[in-house]
């Protein structure tokens, strides 16, 4: 195991060392949000990769077929697809309106006060419901680095924070990443994740060509292979739609269940993206609406392939080593160490395992292990980075520095007192994100958590506020901040009350859907029209509409967009 | 947008943000404007609408249709299958479309309103 653990501590170590140096080089408040402005199309596509990338498609989406096989292929299709939507409607316009967050563009039109206060609200909610799956996603590989881990902490850990006992696992790695990312790693993340989608996507080609490999390149036996992988449940192959979601047994509103989950998930998977905040920052790091435009093509291309490629990770894991022995601690025979429970999430570092072990010996298969373990690892670090970012840039930049300080105490606040409140942020944010990640579970998969909360909350509060404000003339303050707050709360009720993805399910929830997105999004949308026309009842917002022509003009030619700086 | 269009105008601040709408307004009627909104927008809404009713015909054959998705065409490689890697095909394919477009016909309409917008000024 020790081979394992240094070689993993190394290639983290050289992470760390790169973002070291990138955080020399930020300077100014332009640098230290947007990186200069000054990145190129094909750089930001492979950033954007990075940032998208997490621990949900690296280890949860593999997780997920591995466990359940086609369904948790929709995963990937509903990923790349959402791009589209992004393309077509956001990316440029974002470009040409936005300065450093999302917020920016809102407060175009609206009232910044209020809008700025919705939005650092719905994008804290989103990053924090995006991190507890990272840290799950973390966690899960400390349990496979140090399997004794948890019992040796157990002890220092026998106290409940709101009723909930911490994971000592993802409580100390969590922990580490925050400090980390706070004590200066927060900054210029773009070149972290362009090393990280490197390192991410070398890791996936490796490990499909290994599975190929094994089956000597025919791609029918392949198949033959996880035809074979039969559900217990259900009888069905794994080849087969209707494992994760089985159809026929239930129906609600009179339609079978397991369809209204997969049109759910859909929704949220294709329109969650556009209204990810930490996605929608990497536009204004570009230096036109070209550059944006052509960031999001390379970003297709990689995450396309890399999705692709889960075919090979998630059924290669179901063929060759099977649910049932994918867990922190196998015995020989990669069968699960007795007393143990089978986790989605260890189905990629498993199957690095098994290869190596299989095609270079033992010393190969740690040797394997470690590596795939520390491209997750910095995969989760980097995601954690940007999501922080993300969140602290909400509440300093938007509702600390804009709100508070500008609009109530009418003071001017110095770099360092923004610099404070986004790094208090971060912890707070950091710690809601862990505890979440203990109340959830470490079993629960990080791929369904992020696309069940996360990318709900983007595509009910933000995508909606985010369309309407580039698209509709009427749209007013009122309409933005119902979508924003009233998604938000919405999508999160409907998840506290639903099923969720603790195992056992509850018996009888009180919302019959995993998939909150089929009611959460329309719910998102209806609200921010009928806030608008609420508003204009109330006759409160009458600049919004003036204002409509400005940002109309700008989101469509550029004109006036923040302009690259001259390097110095 | 009826009576509501002209009112707000009138009832904004009387120096600077008047004719700064006016100026943006006026930008927004200009031929340039209008052909680059047309342009896009016969370009993107029909292909969003592709879009989402492709991707939405894979969840909801999968349930409406099983068996059909469960025929299998090469081996074990069954439509289902086929039919989620073709929507990978369908998302380069739109998209490759949508650059050629945007860089052949948007960027060209867009400088001439930059162009024209600078002149304003």
Same mark, same amino acid.
């Given at each position: ?10 290639? #983290? ?16 408040? #332009? ?28 280890? $949860? ?29 956001? &990316? ?20 910044? #006060? ?11 909610? *989103? ?14 590989? %400390? ?7 948890? !019992? ?39 070149? +972290? ?17 290994? *599975? ?19 559900? !217990? ?26 369809? +209204? ?10 329109? $969650? ?54 867990? /922190? ?74 709100? *508070? ?18 790094? %208090? ?21 990080? /791929?369904?958590?992020? &696309? ?8 009910? &509060? ?15 303050? @009122? ?13 999160? @009720? ?6 969720? @993805? ?57 004109? $006036? &967009? ?7 | ?17 008047? =004719? ?9 009627? =200009? ?39 469960? =025929? ?50």
């Amino acid at each position: 195991m020790s081979i394992t653990l240094t070689l993993f501590l190394i290639v #983290v170590g050289i992470t760390l060392v790169i973002t070291a140096w990138a955080a020399r080089r930020t300077r100014t408040t #332009v640098q230290f949000w947007a990186a200069g402005r000054t990145i190129k199309g094909w750089q930001n596509g492979l950033a954007i990769a990075g940032d998208y990338m997490s621990a949900a498609s690296f280890l $949860g989406i593999a997780g997920l077929i591995a466990f359940n096989g086609y369904d948790g292929f929709m995963y990937s299709v509903g990923w790349l697809v959402a791009y589209l939507t992004v393309l077509f409607l956001i &990316a440029e316009p974002m470009r040409n309106t936005g300065k450093y967050t999302m917020a920016d563009v809102l407060s175009y039109r609206m009232s910044p #006060v209020p809008v700025r206060s919705a939005a650092a609200f719905s994008t804290i909610a *989103v990053s924090a419901s995006y991190m507890m799956a990272q840290m799950i996603g973390a966690g899960s590989l %400390i349990k496979i680095l140090l399997p004794d881990l948890d !019992k040796n902490l157990s002890p220092y850990f026998n106290w409940a924070l709101f009723g909930t006992k911490l994971d000592p696992s993802i409580a100390l790695v969590g922990a580490l990443m925050m400090i980390y990312v706070i004590a200066g790693g927060m900054v210029a993340t773009t070149w +972290v994740q362009i090393v990280k989608a490197v390192l991410l996507m070398g890791g996936a080609i490796l490990l499909s060509l290994l *599975v190929l490999l094994y089956f000597n390149f025919n791609f029918l036996a392949f198949f033959d292979k996880i035809y074979s992988v039969k559900d !217990k449940a259900t009888g069905l192959p794994f080849t087969s739609p209707g494992i994760l979601y089985p159809y026929g047994k239930a129906t609600v509103w009179g339609i079978d269940k397991a369809l +209204v989950e997969n049109v759910s998930l859909g929704l949220a998977l294709i329109l $969650g993206t556009a209204g990810l905040p930490h996605i929608l920052m990497r536009f204004f790091t570009v230096p036109n609406a070209k550059a944006a435009r052509s960031s999001v093509a390379w970003a297709m291309g990689l995450i396309g392939s890399f999705y692709v490629m889960t075919t090979f990770l998630g059924f290669g894991a179901a063929a060759l080593i099977g649910k049932a022995n994918i867990c /922190a601690k196998v015995v020989t025979g990669f069968k699960c160490a007795p007393g143990l429970k089978p986790n989605t999430n260890m189905s990629m570092p498993r199957l690095a395992d098994f290869l190596g072990t299989n095609f270079f010996g033992a010393t190969g298969g740690e040797f394997l292990l470690a590596f795939i373990a520390a491209v997750a690892f910095a995969t989760i670090l980097a995601v954690v980075a940007g999501l922080t970012l993300a969140a602290s840039g909400a509440f300093s930049h938007d509702f600390y520095v804009n709100v *508070v300080r500008t609009h109530l105490f009418h003071g001017t606040v110095s770099e360092r007192e923004q610099v404070l409140v986004a790094r %208090i942020t971060a912890a707070l944010v950091g710690l809601l994100s862990i505890w979440l990640a203990a109340k959830t579970g470490a079993t629960a998969n990080v /791929a369904a958590l992020v &696309a069940g909360v996360a990318f709900v909350i983007a595509a009910s &509060a933000n995508l909606p506020a985010i369309l309407f404000t580039l698209f509709w003339k009427r749209f007013n303050t @009122w309409g933005a901040v119902a979508s924003l707050v009233g998604g938000t709360v919405v999508t999160i @009720w409907l998840v506290a009350v639903g099923p969720g @993805w603790t195992l056992p399910a509850v018996a009888h929830p009180a919302f019959p859907l995993q998939n909150v997105g089929i009611v959460a999004i329309p719910v998102g949308f209806l609200l921010a029209i009928v806030g608008t026309y609420v508003g204009e009842l109330a006759k409160a917002d009458r600049l919004a509409e003036v204002k409509f022509h400005e940002i109309d003009v700008r989101a469509q030619t550029g004109v $006036g &967009a923040e302009p690259t700086p001259v390097p110095a | 947008m009826e009576i509501g269009k002209s009112q707000p105008v009138q009832k904004a601040p009387p120096t600077g943000e008047a =004719t700064d709408a006016a100026h943006w307004e006026g930008l927004e009627e =200009t031929t340039e404007f209008k052909e680059l909104v047309r342009a896009r927008w016969r370009f993107v809404a029909p292909a969003t609408i592709f879009f989402l009713v492709y991707y939405f015909a894979l969840p909801l054959s999968n349930g409406l249709f099983p068996s059909f998705m469960r =025929t299998e065409v090469i081996g074990h490689i069954n439509i289902a299958y086929l039919f989620a890697l073709s929507e990978f095909v369908m998302a380069w394919v739109l998209a490759y479309f949508y650059i050629r477009q945007a860089t052949r016909v948007f960027d060209p309409l867009a400088e001439k309103v930059r162009q024209r917008a600078g002149q304003g000024k």
